[in-house]
């Protein structure tokens, strides 16, 4: 059983750490994984410690640590010993290959999970994304993109073509198979209304995430329909965030609810009737894919792989286009029941198909397996 160890900048909730989990708990019995947060344990952290993985924490948190959490992952990484470091976005990329090659360890393996990070981003990580486009050709030994976006863009900027290669996101059977929460239910639970249309957004508020845009695209709605309520969860998205109430003044509506950062996701999901991707840029988006899961109809702004993961072009617009958003949430609410019935299964259906949390694993170990130096391991 070889071992691999995982370095990534922090272990709270988000689409890399959300995969690093699912690769984790579903691989325990063929792979060894040690993880190293370079800040602080995080929710998702605390959960794979609880699982019996070990987990450590390095406390780099000011710019000026860099030195000190360098030498403590070198430490780390000696103890440990790996036959594979798999590091987990540009910052971890940069240093966690670096101290791989450091200790004499050349299996290293990236995780690219964005795709333009020339919106929202610093302008710190722009430079280490071109950094590691300069050092793609020597540093790992392979480079995974969560989307085929994602990989075109970067080996455009200059990442090694050779080492590339798509693994995209799986996701859970329990989004799928646990049916029991009804619309009315979930409802109750969150504390909207059931007998409404229910659109809803999941994502941090975010410049990257076009909140606006969708909040624009539901007061243009809210011209021809009396029938809908939006609903938008995520991090930032509740009373005192002065951002947003500044936008939801801009655009009054009495039928919004934001229900902030909540855990049961999948009651959010049962919850609502459509689903709506509103983001200006993405890799590959974890939510569209639980929202097909759980069947329900979705809509999404053409932003990394989110249309060839929703693959229906009705209902795929242009990012930053609220009047075409609008249009197309529309045009999912005036489906005949027949169509909506249609709609969910094909949702569902793909994913359990195409984007399984299993066959991603898989994948995964394909690669770690033959990043490893050892033949019996590959076998």
């Known amino acids: 059983m070889i071992t691999v160890v995982h370095v990534i900048v922090g272990l709270d909730v988000g689409g890399a750490e959300l995969m690093l989990q699912r690769l984790v708990l579903n691989s325990q019995k063929r792979v060894r994984h040690v993880v190293i947060s370079l800040t602080n344990i995080g929710e998702i952290g605390g959960g794979l410690r609880r699982e019996g993985i070990q987990v450590y924490t390095l406390g780099f948190h000011r710019f000026w640590q860099l030195p000190l959490v360098f030498w403590r992952l070198i430490k780390c990484l000696i103890s440990i010993k790996p036959d594979v470091v798999h590091t987990w976005m540009y910052h971890s ?30 302008k710190l990580t722009v430079l280490i994304r071109r950094v590691c486009s300069w050092l793609s050709c020597w540093l790992p030994s392979r480079i995974i993109y969560a989307a085929n976006v994602s990989k075109d863009v970067h080996e455009k900027i200059g990442y090694s073509k050779k080492k590339g290669m798509v693994i995209s996101n799986g996701f859970s059977r329990h989004f799928y198979e646990d049916s029991l929460v009804g619309k009315e239910a979930a409802c109750k639970k969150l504390g909207i209304p059931c007998d409404k249309i229910i659109v809803g957004s999941v994502g941090r508020f ?5 909140h606006e845009v969708f909040l624009k695209s539901a007061f243009l709605i809210n011209k021809y329909r009396d029938d ?8 930032g998205l509740e009373v005192g965030n002065s951002k947003l109430e500044k936008l939801l003044n801009k655009y009054p509506m009495d039928n919004i609810y934001y229900l902030g ?9 049962r919850a609502f009737d459509i689903f ?12 569209l894919g639980e ?15 989110a249309a060839f993961l929703l693959n229906d072009d009705r209902f795929v617009v242009p990012p930053n286009d609220s009047e075409a ?3 197309a949430l529309i045009s999912s609410m005036n489906l005949t029941c027949e169509e909506v019935s249609y709609s969910k299964m094909a949702n569902q259906k793909r994913i359990v198909n195409f984007f399984s949390v299993e066959k991603a694993v898989d994948e995964y170990i394909d690669c770690l397996l033959y990043t490893s130096p050892s033949p019996r391991d590959r076998g």
């Open 291 to 305: 929202a097909m899961a759980t069947g329900l109809r979705c809509v999404t702004t053409d932003v990394g792989d």
């Open 206 to 210: 975010n410049l990257v995430k076009g």
């Open 93 to 122: 990329d940069l240093i966690g290959g670096m101290a791989a090659k450091f200790v004499g360890n050349d299996n290293i393996v990236w995780c690219v999970r964005s795709t333009d990070i020339t919106k929202g981003k610093s």
């Open 228 to 235: 809908v309520a939006f609903v938008l969860v995520g991090r």
């Open 261 to 269: 950062e909540r855990r049961d996701i999948l009651s959010c999901y």
């Open 325 to 327: 958003l609008a249009n």
């Open 276 to 287: 709506c991707l509103h983001s200006v840029t993405e890799g590959f988006p974890n939510v």
